[in-house]
């Protein structure tokens, strides 16, 4: 049985075509309700005051410097939860270690943890009456209420996303081709590039997918360590809380149009990843099997 036939009975079911489509009817229904509505309505009343006064909004100097800091704040926290994430993974798929179960529970941690939580967790560790505080003060080093508390936080936050794609995935695909790899010469990085990244490219891109849309949209962690400071520690979700509490209705909804844009484009991306996945697994499944030596 060919690997698209099997997916194609794989997917039959045994109900009537009225429950299939009730039951589709109801998830389309459900989303279009709690999702795509919601989602319309941040760009009508975004641009409810035109154009101009759109862009007036995203120009102004508070907006620019909490769309920039945001995107530093992904650009530092996303790179390190990738080597994080594949170094994590590697040792948990691949090795056994005293600790492993415990190692893959703290990956877990922030999945469990409130967001505010985290962010308390810094103050008290980094804060000015904190563990650290007085000797961070002695040399001259602020972290909480500063860039470098709002990007823990966030890498704190994001930490799973990467690890937790990248596990099951390298689980499943065992170690046979790298233990192969290293018989047949090859050093730890030359297995790395070209027999485990190969492997696990399309997980590791759909991690680092989620880990960047929810490092842009964290608000909880970061609203507790940034000091909400106007035009230096406000990322993009604290600059909408701030503009709406101030009754700045349709600057509030601009700059959060610009996140429901990322988060589209966000979307946009990861199903194009899931469809190119989706054909290269087609293609391998379409090959003719190889014939064994006379």
Known sequence: MSHSSAIAKRVRTTESPAVRWL????????????????????????????????WDALKEPDALAAIRLTLITAAIAVPLNLVFGVAAAWCIAKFEFKGKAFLTTLIDLPFSVSPVVAGLIYVLVFGAQGWLGPWLAEHDIKIVFAVPGIVLATVFVTFPFIARELIPLMQAQGSDEEQAAQVLGATGWQTFWRVTLPNIKWGLIYGVILCNARA?????????????????????????????????????FAVASLLALLAIVTLVIKTAVEWQHEREMKATAELAPERPAA
């Open 216 to 252: 842009m949209g964290e608000f909880g962690a970061v609203s507790v360590v940034s000091g909400h400071i106007r035009g230096q520690t406000n990322t993009m979700p604290l600059h909408v809380e701030i503009l709406y509490n101030e009754y700045q209705g349709q600057a509030a």
């Open 23 to 54: 039951l589709t009817a109801l998830a389309l229904g459900f989303m279009a309700l709690f999702l795509v509505l919601p989602l319309a309505a941040v760009f009508v009343e975004a641009l409810k005051a035109g154009w101009s006064a759109y």
